[in-house]
């Protein structure tokens, strides 16, 4: 959708319940798509998801984020802010469907098996595919490129891997690492 009908929209959503005395601002968020910020009264939007979303697409992340308004701080994705979604008429689910738009990350990390994952930072810490493994595995290790090109990690990256190698060749101690799940980090166990 294009900003200006988003704006409008929004605008108009916002006002709908109340909110007429809110802010509406675009960001530049990749990973998400709005953001409801009780303290200064500000309900924020991805201009980048914003401009690939359809128009239903765009009303529910803006309801998502008017309940939010409403219900106040203290209810994250509790039942009181799912029962006020839907009331609203959002879909009251956390995040954005999986078959929404979304913005490609700079990094994309393949696993052995060819399995993609993308990031919007420079990876930290070492990680192997969820989809290999449900444990951390470093025959699953994913390594990273940064818009298609081979580049070196950081140093601290560099070091925990060498340190995994020499642990797995010396006979393979617990590995209490972290494992990439879902596009989260998840302790390893």
């Known amino acids: ?3 200006d009908e988003v704006e409008e929209l929004a605008r108009r ?3 709908q319940h109340g909110l007429d005395s809110w802010e509406l601002r675009f960001d530049g968020a990749k990973a998400r798509a709005g953001i409801c910020r009780f303290d200064r009264k500000v309900i924020g939007l991805s201009r980048h998801l914003m401009a690939l979303f359809d128009c239903d697409e765009v009303i529910d992340t803006v309801l998502h984020e008017v309940a939010h308004a409403l219900v106040g701080p203290r209810h994250g ?3 009181v802010w799912k029962a006020t979604a839907r009331s609203i008429g959002a879909s009251a689910t ?10 490609r990350g700079a990094w994309t990390g393949t696993c052995p098996k060819g399995h993609h994952v993308t990031r919007h930072r420079r990876p930290l810490r070492v990680a192997s595919c969820a989809r290999c493994s449900p444990e951390f595995d470093l025959e699953a290790l994913i390594t990273w490129r ?3 090109s081979v580049v070196p990690m950081s140093d601290r990256y560099e ?12 006979g393979g101690a617990e590995l209490p690492l972290l494992g990439l799940l ?8």
Do not use: F, K, Q, T
Request: proline share 2%; hydrophobic share 40%.
């Open 13 to 15: 959503l916002m006002d």
């Open 94 to 103: 956390r995040c954005v469907s999986e078959h929404a738009p979304a913005v």
């Open 146 to 148: 940064r818009d298609g």
């Open 1 to 3: 959708m294009r900003l």
């Open 182 to 189: 879902d596009g989260r980090w998840a302790e390893a166990g």
């Open 77 to 79: 994705h509790d039942e």
């Open 159 to 170: 070091a925990e891997l060498r340190a995994l190698r020499r642990r797995h060749i010396a």
